[in-house]
């Protein structure tokens, strides 16, 4: 019994992290395929009909059955995890159909779980959830199971879920239905709450940007929250409080709202602790949820269906307040709004559900091997995220800067290449790197946080200035010692943006790096690059690095000039100089390494096309 019962955990497990792994590939592939459409001018019928067909996918337990046998479960377990090998798949269309394969399975397959086994539910998800947390981090943020390497792992992991599944199915029987199942109300609850997990409160990234607070410290931390909801004590204790105290769960409801819009709109220690009491008020909401049961009949398939179709209105809602320009003006700075909305619909789900207490015995012979599990989960996690020095800047007062717009960390046709990105920056030998178009947890972009793993992969210091809903901006790498860096938001019609400066030495001399990101063409640029040069003042020597969204002859290019800086490009002698966007068949030059106070040694544009814009390097030397 407690080996089948293992298995069982295996496969609701695995399934439900491919099932949250492809919530985010499906967001991540749609960006592509509308922003595309959007910037062509001319929208295809693809557009509308690949939106249809996630909506279709969400919305798969509105056929589930009213009452589930094993070897049902089990098939859509298989399925889920067959088209989990199209997500490691580095392509945004196998990725695409492979995402609503896992969507509509898995969606299928919780259904099921919350009627055939049920109080499996709360720990496969928070196991889920722990597990996702886990391969982010070994992957620094970017899941090591979707990279093209881990095919041949994720099908071997694919094929022991599709084993365990068999195993189990060969059992008749139809499990331990439960008429009094999930209602409306508390669908709802659970569709926010999903949301809000995998937007937000389980990326340490995402929070560590929320609330300008370490990376390395809240990571562990927030998996150590997660995992322990599935301690069995645990587990007992938080519902025989949620059932027999009704203040317990208005602080549950209170705790949560209040928590994610103090993370929100503070800094520091105090944005971190109530970002991470908001995660314990999800969890704790989460356990009502779903080991709680409602009034009255409560039809589960329907109900999770309009759950997830309200997780898939607040993804929307939340990628409009970071693209409000070009879709929904109004969105813009109301992503607060958003996750204000969601905590709201978790406080209402709560209220729907009546807390259960199941039996301590029960709880306690679900998994024995969860505290050893956990503990070398959380110290794998502990080593992976421990802070590392940057490798220092060259002795020789030679350095090369660059600039580089990595696009969110995709190509020009939505392969996912951060880590092509890397490698361009590494072959070249950069020590100093401007970065325009950087994500650090958007769900649009698999939630990597492009800064910090550029960081860590390439042994450098990151400095980063978000400039849309914390979670987009622009940033600087650099060798040697971190320093303080300095910031300013600049005048923005449009998406917001700004300009970042780090003060370095090298060979005893002040350099000054400065890294901006200018509007569109119908921005106000000439107010942006006027208030970025009374930023930079007379600074020097200095370098001005950006994607400036202007040619060499603009206006913006002469204030630059007008300011003191120098084209190397120019100053070399190279004419022409080479294109920079897009990178392939490059057409204009609107990326620019400006110089003042140093001398150009060499200036090249590499021909990588790992990003949609080419990097320009310059050499300089620092010497008088």
């Not at 881990?150 to 599709?162: G, K, N, T």
């Not at 002469?558 to 120098?566: D, L, P, S």
């Not at 200036?603 to 620092?622: G, L």
Request: aromatic residues 8%; charged residues 15%.
């Amino acid at each position: 019994m407690t080996q089948h019962r293992f298995l069982r955990a295996v496969e609701a497990t695995s399934v439900l992290v491919f099932f949250v792994q492809a919530i985010r590939a499906v967001f991540s592939v749609l960006f592509g395929i509308i922003y595309d459409q959007v910037f062509a001018g001319s929208p295809t019928p693809w557009l509308a009909v690949s939106v249809v067909l996630v909506t279709l996918a969400f919305l798969a337990p509105l056929a589930a059955p009213a009452e589930w046998r094993r070897s049902w479960l089990g098939a859509v377990a298989c399925l889920a995890a067959a088209g989990r090998v199209g997500l490691s798949v580095n392509n945004p269309d196998v990725r695409y159909w492979a995402c609503l394969v896992v969507l509509a399975s898995g969606a299928l397959y919780l259904s099921g779980l919350l009627v055939a086994r049920r109080t499996m539910a709360f720990p496969a998800l928070c196991g889920a959830l722990a597990l996702d947390q886990l391969l982010r981090v070994v992957g620094q943020t970017y899941d090591v199971s979707l990279r093209p390497e881990a095919l041949i792992p994720q099908i071997a992991w694919s094929v022991l879920v599709i084993g365990v599944s068999v195993a189990i199915a060969r059992r008749s029987g139809a499990g331990d239905h439960r008429p009094n199942g999930l209602g409306g109300w508390a669908a709802l609850g659970l569709g926010a709450a999903l949301f809000l997990e995998t937007s937000l409160l389980t990326l340490g990234n995402a929070v560590s940007r929320w609330s300008d607070s370490p990376y390395t410290f809240l990571a562990p931390l927030l998996m150590a929250l997660t995992m322990a909801a599935l301690v069995p004590r645990v587990r007992y204790e938080l519902n025989r409080f949620l059932a027999t105290s009704g203040w317990v769960r208005g602080v549950v409801i209170v705790v949560l709202p209040l928590g994610l819009m103090a993370g929100y709109f503070t800094k520091g220690v105090l944005s971190a602790g109530c970002l991470v009491l908001a995660q314990a008020a999800a969890l704790a909401s989460l356990a009502c949820i779903l080991d709680g049961r409602g009034k009255g009949k409560q039809v589960t398939g329907s109900a999770l269906g309009i759950g997830l179709a309200l997780l898939l209105l607040l993804n929307f809602l939340n990628a409009f307040a970071f693209t409000y320009p070009y879709a929904v003006p109004m969105m813009r700075g109301t992503g607060w709004g958003v996750y204000l909305l969601a905590a709201l619909f978790v406080g209402v789900g709560v209220l729907a559900q009546k807390a259960v207490v199941a039996s301590w015995s029960d709880l306690s012979a679900r998994i024995g091997l969860i505290l050893p599990i956990g503990l070398a989960a959380l110290a794998l996690s502990v080593v992976a995220v421990w802070p590392r020095p940057a490798d220092p800047l060259p002795g020789t007062g030679i350095l090369r800067l660059a600039t580089y717009n990595i696009h969110y960390g995709y190509d020009g046709v939505w392969h996912f290449t951060l880590e092509e990105i890397a490698q361009t920056i590494e072959a070249n030998d950069i020590d100093v790197a401007a970065l325009q178009e950087v994500d650090t947890g958007r769900l649009t972009s698999y939630a990597v946080d492009d800064a910090l793993y550029l960081a860590r992969r390439l042994h450098m210091n990151v400095a980063y200035l978000p400039t849309v809903e914390h979670l987009t901006g622009i940033a600087l790498l650099y060798r040697g010692p971190e320093v303080n860096s300095s910031q300013q938001l600049l005048t923005s019609l449009q998406e917001q943006t700004g300009i970042v400066h780090v003060p370095l030495t090298v060979n005893g001399r002040p350099l000054n790096v400065f890294g901006i990101w200018m509007g569109l063409s119908d921005e106000d640029t000439g107010r942006q690059i006027q208030e970025a040069l009374a930023f930079i003042g007379d600074r020097s020597p200095a370098s001005f690095g950006g994607d400036f969204n202007a040619e060499p002859d603009s206006p913006v290019a002469a204030a630059v000039r007008e300011a003191g800086f120098a084209d190397p490009f120019a100053t070399l002698g190279i004419d022409p100089a080479p294109l920079t966007d897009p990178a392939v068949d490059p057409r204009s030059r609107i990326d620019f390494v400006w110089l003042r106070g140093l001398n150009p040694l060499q200036a090249w544009v590499p021909d990588s096309i790992a990003s949609d814009h080419r990097m320009v390097v310059v050499e300089v030397t620092t010497a008088p």
